[in-house]
């Protein structure tokens, strides 16, 4: 079993910048493709930045030059670098990941992301 594990939600102005982590560990798991969804209260969830195995990105319009997502292969672990913050990023953001030899998606628990004006 893989369990996601994410880290670096929290508060911030706006303007300001976090950084997201989502941890891969458990059964064996090298990361193929990964992203990042977020659902602010009464939307729905939108894909924000996904990465594939070749490290090509790509991202929703309303974050590009602002977030970066990347992938540490030798950490297993995938990131969200936010820059910029704006009210509107406020949200829960959660990864998932696709492991190489796989097709099952999974999830990360979630992490919120506030940003105040």
């Known amino acids: 079993q893989v369990q996601l594990v994410e880290s670096g939600g929290g508060l911030v102005q706006a303007g300001g910048s976090l950084r997201l982590s989502c941890a891969a560990s458990g059964s064996t798991c090298s990361i193929n493709a990964a992203g990042w969804y977020r659902q602010a209260p009464g939307l729905q969830r939108e894909l924000v930045a996904g990465i594939i195995s070749g490290g090509s990105a790509n991202y929703v319009n309303s974050v590009k030059g602002r977030f970066t997502i990347s992938k540490d292969n030798a950490k297993n672990t995938v990131y969200l670098q936010m820059s910029s913050l704006k009210p509107e990023d406020t949200a829960v953001y959660y990864c998932?990941?696709?492991?190489?030899?796989?097709?099952?998606?999974?999830w990360g628990q979630g992490t919120q992301v506030t940003v105040s004006s």
């Open positions: 998932y990941v696709y492991c190489f030899g796989s097709i099952r998606q999974y």
